[in-house]
T-cell receptor
Framework: AQKITQTQPGMFVQEKEAVTLDCTYD???????LFWYKQPSSGEMIFLIY??????QNATEGRYSLNFQKARKSANLVISASQLGDSAMYFC??????????????FGEGTQLTVNP | NAGVMQNPRHLVRRRGQEARLRCSPM?????VYWYRQLPEEGLKFMVY????????ESGMPKERFSAEFPKEGPSILRIQQVVRGDSAAYFC?????????????FGPGTRLLVL
């Protein structure tokens, strides 16, 4: 079974509008972490935002926010006021188990976001 | 503080040759991870190392692939007798010993092309 599912292979949004990228996850651990990364066409992996399973509030980082619904096991990324530079592949990832710096990440298949002018 | 460094950025090999990919973690980071990204796919975990130890190699193919992180010098991912299916982007990530919100810091990747 997929541990991280991103159901949207591609998404389009108009510049300055908000967009939500979906991510659902599957784990039996009580302690876990969820990450979003951006991969532009240049190929590097850029960390965007993190949500811990015990964090009571949804994470926010500038124009990025994470809509964390624990009971539904979803961790959707919301990008507000989209910019042309937001066009990229976006990956959701999960770290399972209690926090330790030595925990592998499991990635979804990604969503290709295109921002139209 | 320099980020995670990987070299080479691009590597071309013919079938049957060996590929050596290097990763220098961020200063102060003692944990290194290797991931592989096949075309049009997400990253897949390969191996997790600490200095001189392999901690988790559950994602490594059983043959031809090996990894090390010596006491001195970069971490090396070695692929022997490469085949066309090894063509992919290989990412290295590092993390410090202590807890960090950002998780793992990724290098720019090495794009391996096998002819």
């Amino acid at each position: 079974a997929q541990k991280i599912t991103q159901t949207q292979p591609g998404m389009f949004v108009q510049e300055k509008e908000a967009v939500t990228l979906d991510c659902t996850y599957d784990t039996s651990d009580q302690s876990y972490g969820l990450f979003w990364y951006k991969q532009p066409s240049s190929g590097e992996m850029i960390f965007l935002i993190y949500q811990g399973s015990y964090d009571e509030q949804n994470a926010t980082e500038g124009r990025y926010s994470l809509n964390f619904q624990k009971a539904r096991k979803s961790a959707n990324l919301v990008i507000s006021a989209s910019q042309l530079g937001d066009s990229a592949m976006y990956f959701c990832a999960m770290r399972e188990g209690p926090w330790a710096s030595g925990s592998r990440l499991t990635f979804g298949e990604g969503t290709q976001l295109t921002v139209n002018p | 503080n320099a980020g995670v460094m990987q070299n080479p950025r691009h590597l071309v090999r013919r079938r049957g040759q060996e590929a050596r990919l290097r990763c220098s973690p961020m200063k102060g980071h003692s944990h290194v991870y290797w991931y592989r990204q096949l075309p049009e796919e997400g990253l897949k975990f390969m191996v997790y190392l600490q200095k001189e130890n392999i901690i988790d190699e559950s994602g490594m193919p059983k043959e031809r692939f090996s990894a090390e992180f010596p006491k001195e010098g970069p971490s090396i991912l070695r692929i022997q007798q490469v085949v066309r299916g090894d063509s992919a982007a290989y990412f290295c990530a590092s993390s410090p010993p202590e807890r960090t919100k950002n998780g793992q810091y990724f290098g720019p990747g090495t794009r391996l092309l096998v002819l």
